[in-house]
Structures are given as C-alpha cells and as structure tokens.
C-alpha cells in the first residue's frame, strides 16, 4: 500500500481518496497525477494489499481508515479467459463492487466504480448512452453489468462510469501489443468489423478527479456515466493510426471480419459511447482519440 500525502493545508486534513486496483492502467494513471492535486490524500492499494472480494479485508481496511472517495480501478479484466473462469470474473467484477459499496456507505464516502461498454451487445448502430437497453455477449460483460447492478441496487451515492477500449503507457493493452508486433511480423491481421472508441487512461484519470473537485464544490450526481475519447474507430483504423504515429517499420496490416479472428469470447460489433452526459455535467471536452493516442505515445517515449 502507497500513501501520497499533499498537505497543502495545514488547517484542514485533507480529503482522502483511495484508489483500489492500482497497479492496473487506471490505477496508475491516478498515480501519476495525484501529485497534481495536492488538497487530497492518496490510498493506492493493490491486489495483494487490499483483495476487493475479500469482505474480512475490506471491513478491517475500512474500519482503520478514513476515507471520503474510493475509486474502484480493481477489475477482472481479461475478456476471453474470463469465459473460461466465470466465477472468478464474478467474484471480482460484481460480488466485490458490491462489498466495496456497503464500505463506502458505512464511512459516507463517494464510491466511484468503473464499467465498460461491452454491457452493450451492439445492437444499436448509434453512439450508445447511459439508458440504452443493456444486453451483454461474454462473460466479462455479465459480470460488469452484475456489478453495476450491485451497486445500483444499494442506491448510494455512487458514480459508475462506464468506458472502452482503455490503453495506458502503463499495463499491457492494444497500443502497446501493436507496436511490439510491428518490430516483430511482417504482417498483422487486425479486425475490421468491431467499431468503438479508444479510451487513454490518463484521460480518464483526469475526468476522475474532475468528477471529484465537482462534487467537493457541493454538486451533486449519482448514477451512470459514459466516457471514453471523441470519435471513432475500428481495431484495424486504431492499429493502422497507431502505425502511422509511431517510428515506421515494414509491417504490413490486413484488415479481416471478426469471423476469420475467433476468440473465446465474442464482442459487441458496435459500442461507440455517447459522452454527452458527461461533458454536460463537467463543462468539460473530452478530447479526439487520435490526440490522446499521441499523448501516451509521448509517455512511452515512441515519439
Ligand atoms: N482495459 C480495458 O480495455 C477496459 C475497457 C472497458 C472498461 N474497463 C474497466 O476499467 C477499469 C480499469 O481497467 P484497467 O484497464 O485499468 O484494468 P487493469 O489494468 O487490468 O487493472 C486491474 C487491476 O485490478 C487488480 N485486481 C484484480 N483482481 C483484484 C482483486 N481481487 N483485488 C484487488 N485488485 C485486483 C489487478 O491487480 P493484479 O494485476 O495484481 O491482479 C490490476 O492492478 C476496470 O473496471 C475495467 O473493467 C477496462
């Protein structure tokens, strides 16, 4: 467990915030810029510090601290071993949530809980918002849908923001699985057909605590929200974009149907999230993925 203390006001203890999970993409992120937001107390806890399915763990963390945030960035997250390990996935993607909740409503802290578009089963060929019918196609996405369902069910004051497609210069993800397989194939087939929008973490990671300086201004909001960067894409446009920012390297990318790229677990052909709700509470513009694409590019050092 890492505290970073910002006592920037000597009068006042300041708010704290943990964030569970925090070694993943997301956790890191919020690492990253804590330092940036010194009237608050980071908890970064991880998996072994804190397991979130663990209700004896939890209930002696929670008892021993105080906390007015916690940011749940724990997640089963592995789409296609999930078919295989479904209680584990449940276990940690909707049992967990659900412990994590009760924590929070016992201390009256925020609970801030992260979703993900593939509750969607794509369907519906438009930017898909927040009261779209839900109807999931793998397990992972049942178990995040089971989670937000979890946490809704208590009716705290809590926030889910569901997202997609989440990359990082942190943790391994499809920005950083491409530019390994361009310096290592000649060819690369990507998939063409699944549309949906590119998240940057450290995106994320800010609107996080824009969500939070809102509601330490007295606003307030529970419910569901959307984020993820403007626009639009495929796997095959996000690898080819990819390839033509980063250093150039012979490989050559085919675009080819899901159908000739099966994996265990299938996925929504369209999840593009509408983010107008979100931008409309914050005032805030979300930024192009293709610019947010460079930004992490930069943190890796490729260009
Ligand atoms: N990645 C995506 O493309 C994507 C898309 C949509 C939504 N999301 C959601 O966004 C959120 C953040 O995702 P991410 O990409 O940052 O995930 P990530 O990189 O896979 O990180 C997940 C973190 O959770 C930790 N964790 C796993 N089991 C745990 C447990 N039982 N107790 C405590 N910690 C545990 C992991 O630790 P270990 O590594 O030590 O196990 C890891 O540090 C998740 O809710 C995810 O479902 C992600």
Request: aromatic letters at 10%; one cysteine or more; glycine letters at 6%.
């Amino acid at each position: 467990m890492d505290k970073v203390d910002n006592p920037s006001n000597q009068t006042k203890p300041a708010r704290t915030i943990l964030v569970t999970g925090s070694g993943g993409q997301l956790g890191s992120e919020l690492r990253k810029i804590a330092p940036g937001y010194p009237e608050f107390a980071f908890i970064f806890t991880s998996h072994h510090d804190l397991p979130v399915e663990n209700p004896e763990a939890l209930s002696k963390f929670f008892s021993d601290q105080r906390i007015d945030y916690c940011v749940n960035c724990a997640a089963y997250t592995a789409v296609d071993k999930a078919e295989s390990e479904p209680e584990k996935a449940f276990l940690i993607n909707a049992t967990a949530p659900g412990l994590l909740a009760r924590e929070c409503m016992k201390l009256q802290a925020k609970f801030i809980h992260i979703s993900t578009d593939y509750v969607y089963d794509g369907s519906i060929r438009r930017p898909l918002r927040e009261d779209d019918p839900v109807g999931t196609m793998n397990v992972y996405g049942a178990s995040k849908l089971k989670g937000e369902q979890e946490v809704v069910r208590l009716n705290l004051d809590a926030l889910i923001i569901r997202t997609s497609w989440v990359y990082s210069s942190f943790g391994n993800n499809f920005v950083k699985t491409m530019l390994r397989l361009f310096g290592e194939k000649e060819a690369l087939n990507v998939i063409n057909d699944q549309t949906g929008c590119p998240t940057y973490a450290g995106d994320l990671a800010e609107f996080i605590m824009a969500f939070v300086e809102f509601f330490e201004r007295g606003n307030h909001f529970k419910g569901i929200v959307n984020f993820c960067n403007s626009g639009e894409t495929t796997w095959y446009d996000f690898a080819r974009t990819i390839q033509e920012f980063a250093p150039k390297t012979a490989c050559v990318i085919h675009p080819v149907p899901t159908s000739q790229y099966p994996t265990p677990a299938r996925r929504p052909g369209y999840s593009v999230l509408d983010t107008s709700k979100i931008q409309g509470l914050l005032g805030m513009e979300i930024p192009f993925w293709k610019d947010s694409l460079q930004k992490c590019l930069k943190a890796l050092h490729v260009i």
